[in-house]
């Protein structure tokens, strides 16, 4: 469920405080990674499943990396990996029902718009691969096996750069994540869950 998040607010305060920083330019031949938190928010209506159950999936926080090569002056190719995601499973009427753990690593293809004097703001497209494990059922559904499958799907990303040094950043960015999964419940096919989070948060970014 989706909600307005203090980190992404903090994160915003700090990027206007460093806007008058220097960029941090990239070239071709150039590496970057970063370290930071981030939230996966998914929207606020997650689908229907048999029998006109509304599914409602909770946010989480957790520590990401990332690591881009720079394929050309300013574009690069970059990896997104991070610590499992953990997520309350709710239905509207029954309450909390189970909870899942994922992983979303995504693959963008990015371009950084450098500039003298402001914050360097960059946006990217990808595609996302998310797997679902160590689902467990609680509430008016413990005791039944529930199994989500895992996702393909297009990323969108947009951020901005707050350079603190010639090699290191404030990072604060959002991403779009397309997550459909398949429900099975004790084998069954329930329907499909539309998950479809912002990711947004922050991170440092250092340039080697």
């Not at 990674?33 to 209506?45: L, N, T, Y």
Request: one cysteine or more; charged letters at 20%; glycine letters at 10%.
């Amino acid at each position: 469920m989706r909600k307005t998040s203090p980190l992404l607010l903090s994160s915003l305060a700090a990027a206007l405080v460093l806007a008058a920083s220097p960029a941090m330019a990239q070239s071709k031949g150039d590496w970057t990674i970063s370290a930071g938190v981030h939230q996966v928010a998914p929207k606020s209506s997650n689908g229907t499943l048999a029998g006109g159950l509304k599914v409602d999936v909770d946010s989480d926080i957790k520590p990401t990396i990332t690591g881009e090569y720079f394929v050309a002056d300013n574009l690069g190719i970059e990896i997104l990996a991070a610590l499992p995601f953990k997520h309350d499973i709710n239905i509207d009427g029954l309450g909390r029902v189970g909870s899942t753990k994922h992983l979303p690593p995504v693959v963008s293809l990015q371009y950084h718009f450098n500039s003298k004097g402001k914050v360097s703001p960059f946006v990217g497209v990808g595609l996302n691969y998310t797997t679902f494990f160590s689902e467990e059922t609680g509430g008016a559904l413990a005791g039944s096996n529930l199994k989500l499958d895992d996702s393909w799907g297009l990323a969108a990303h947009l951020g901005l750069d707050c350079a603190i040094s010639e090699k290191g950043a404030l990072r604060v960015d959002a991403r779009w994540i397309d997550i459909d999964s398949d429900v099975k419940l004790d084998g069954n096919k329930l329907g499909t869950v539309n998950i479809d989070p912002l990711v947004y948060g922050v991170s440092y970014v250092f340039k080697f």
